[in-house]
């Protein structure tokens, strides 16, 4: 095999093992897609991860995954690509909610701190070169955003005090999150099945006054979001 052959073959096996880190599956097809190389290569590749002393696991009908609790020590990032983080930071300091701010800000110190240094000065230069033109006045006008992810990908059920458009009137619901849009008005909306409509409705992040998690679980909804949107646009046009 040439020089330029195991140099090739070192980084793919690199990607994979990436992809395993960063998500629950893979799957064979997509990753010989990805890569375009063959189904047996990709197995081929798989099986010399395991002999290096990676476990991973086999998920029958979906793919490959590694054994769960097992971390991968820090990876390098190139300088492209420690700027697209920082960008992004940029980008998600100008939404509204507070808990997503804090919390990106937490991931993005925990990336920089495995940069090399000349890469953290450029990083800070690019941050101190960048503006983002929206919500100049950073606004701040929720702080649930995090928790209600975790209640969506947990399928728990929030109770909440929803105050109506132009109106001192709130009401109390219990919702299902569903679903996490971020509209062209800048606001962070809430597709949720509202159990007191009995039916899916949209709430305003920065309208809900107060928000708690009943610790209770629901039955994850079957349709798709893609199938959500659908219906939506056949009641709009």
Not at 68 to 73: F, H, K, Q, S, V
Not at 77 to 85: K, R, V
Not at 138 to 155: G, H, M, V, W
Not at 183 to 192: F, G, K, R, V, Y
């Amino acid at each position: 095999m040439a020089y330029s052959d195991n140099v090739s073959r070192l980084a793919r096996l690199t990607s994979i093992l990436l992809k395993l880190q960063s998500k629950s599956f893979v799957s064979v097809n997509d990753l010989a897609e990805q890569f375009e190389v063959s189904k047996r290569t990709i197995y081929r590749d798989l099986d010399s991860l395991e002999q290096s002393g990676i476990p991973i696991i086999s998920i029958t009908g979906k793919g490959y995954s590694l054994m769960e609790g097992y971390n991968i020590p820090p990876v390098m990032f190139t300088e492209s690509e420690a700027n697209a983080i920082i960008f992004g930071q940029k980008l998600i300091a100008k939404t509204k909610d507070e808990s997503l701010i804090s919390e990106f800000n937490k991931a993005t110190d925990k990336i920089k701190s495995v940069l090399l240094n000349v890469q953290k000065e450029k990083t800070e230069f690019l941050a101190n070169r960048t503006i983002i033109g929206k919500n100049l006045q950073d606004e701040r006008t929720s702080n649930y955003l995090s928790e209600i992810q975790k209640a969506l990908t947990n399928f728990e059920v929030l109770k909440i005090e929803y105050k109506k458009k132009d109106t001192e009137i709130t009401t109390s619901r219990e919702i299902e999150p569903f679903a996490i849009y971020h509209n062209p008005s800048e606001n962070w909306i809430l597709i949720a099945w509202c159990r007191l409509r009995e039916d899916y409705r949209n709430f305003r992040i920065d309208r809900i006054q107060k928000l708690s998690n009943k610790w209770q679980k629901f039955t994850p909804h079957k349709m798709l979001l893609e199938e959500y949107i659908e219906t939506q646009k056949k009641k709009i046009f």
